[in-house]
């Protein structure tokens, strides 16, 4: 029985997550669950389902002790960190965002494995997160999911590249982008996801971090990386050997198989997600990245190649610069060149040491500050 700890209960990583336990109950047993605080009614019934402990929110402690009954609750900015640090097998952190780092290197100092979902943990914090040792950290999104387990078809001196796979987003087949309202950014042809994700899949940025996250977690140069639109997201990711085979990993889009993968590896989870049925016919393609229209994926690989503290400013910068494209003060088209342009001003933290979890959130200020500065410019 492995003991789980889940970052972002009430979230779609979080809820698929517990499917997953429900359907392997004499596998799994989630001892505590977390939640930002926006629907402190769904955490408690989680809890109360799986006859948790204690939870966590960052926000709304009263009503979730009002709520909560026989059920501890921590609350506070600093409830994601305490939770993430109770002694368990893994933990899955599938928290939004920059915040979630500190959980991560919270849940890594207590000697605790982590799943990870929350990419900005890397992206933001790769050299800290890594310190504590790659071997605890197993990977939620699909395309590292994919990844994960592509390498383990050779050994690390035989690969040539790793190539993730992008569905290309809500706009992979549309030339005009000056005019693309929320809604339509919003409408992602394959996946489910949240809104932010949702953006960052349809910007490409999604994988500009997505390549970030794979120099961290697989320990790879950038000029091994490589991305390629994939329009039915099926094939999650490849890696090429050096003797000319390439090995992929495939499933419906889905993010039970790489969630349960995660949360039982090495072993695999039976009633994870459904395979692919090859009783039938499938065609799927292959295309490159048009950089001219989706410049995020050579600025984040740009950003990642400085290093130092320019990845944080990438991810930061665009935070600020989705929340405004989503509040209609900034155009669709204008998300990447504000995230550019920070990046541009703040160059000069490439040559900064990240050394702890302070100079992550100092640089990120700068890069919010800098980016929010730009997006009222174009107001």
Not at 75 to 82: I, K, L, T, V
Not at 100 to 120: D, F, Q, S, W, Y
Request: charged share 15%.
């Amino acid at each position: 029985m492995r003991e789980v700890v889940i970052l972002g209960s009430t979230g779609s990583i979080g809820v698929q997550a517990l499917e997953v336990i429900s359907a392997n109950p004499d596998k799994f047993k989630v001892v505590a669950l977390c939640a930002g605080g926006s629907n402190i009614p769904a955490l408690i019934a989680q809890a109360q389902n799986f006859e948790v402990g204690i939870i966590g929110v960052s926000s709304h402690g009263d009503q979730a002790r009002s709520l909560a009954g026989e059920i501890g609750v921590i609350d506070g900015p600093n409830a994601a960190a305490e939770i993430a640090a109770i002694s368990c097998d893994i933990v899955l952190n599938g928290i939004n965002g920059s915040i979630g780092l500190g959980p991560t290197l919270a849940a890594m100092a207590a000697g605790n494995k982590v799943a990870l979902a929350n990419k900005e943990s890397l992206v933001a914090g790769g050299a800290l997160v890594t310190s504590y040792g790659l071997e605890r950290i197993i990977p939620v999104d699909s395309e590292h999911s994919a990844l994960y387990q592509c390498f383990m078809a050779g050994t690390r001196s035989e690969v040539k590249r790793a190539i993730l796979t992008a569905s290309g987003g809500a706009f992979r087949d549309r030339r005009d982008l000056s005019n693309v309202t929320l809604a339509e950014a919003l409408a992602h042809p394959t996946w489910e996801m949240g809104p932010v994700v949702t953006i960052n899949s349809a910007t490409l940025v999604n994988k500009g971090l997505e390549i970030i996250e794979a120099h961290y977690l697989f320990d790879l140069p950038y000029q091994q990386i490589e991305a390629v639109i994939h329009p039915q997201s099926v094939i999650h990711s490849m890696v090429e050997f050096v003797d000319g085979a390439t090995i992929a990993q495939l499933s419906p889009p889905n993010m039970k198989g790489p969630i349960a993968y995660a949360l039982g590896a090495p072993n695999r989870t039976p009633h994870a997600t459904a395979s692919v049925d090859w009783t039938r016919a499938h065609s799927w393609d292959f295309s490159p990245i048009d950089e001219n229209r989706f410049p995020a994926v050579s600025l984040a690989r740009h950003c990642g190649i400085r290093g130092g503290g320019l990845p944080a400013v990438f991810n930061a910068a665009n935070e600020v610069a989705v929340a405004a494209f989503m509040n209609q003060e900034l155009a669709f088209s204008e998300i990447v060149a504000i995230v550019a342009k920070t990046a541009e001003k703040l160059d000069s933290l490439s040559n900064s040491q990240v050394r702890d979890i302070s100079d992550v959130t100092a640089m990120e200020e700068d890069a919010r500050t800098v980016a929010r500065s730009l997006v009222l410019e174009k107001k």
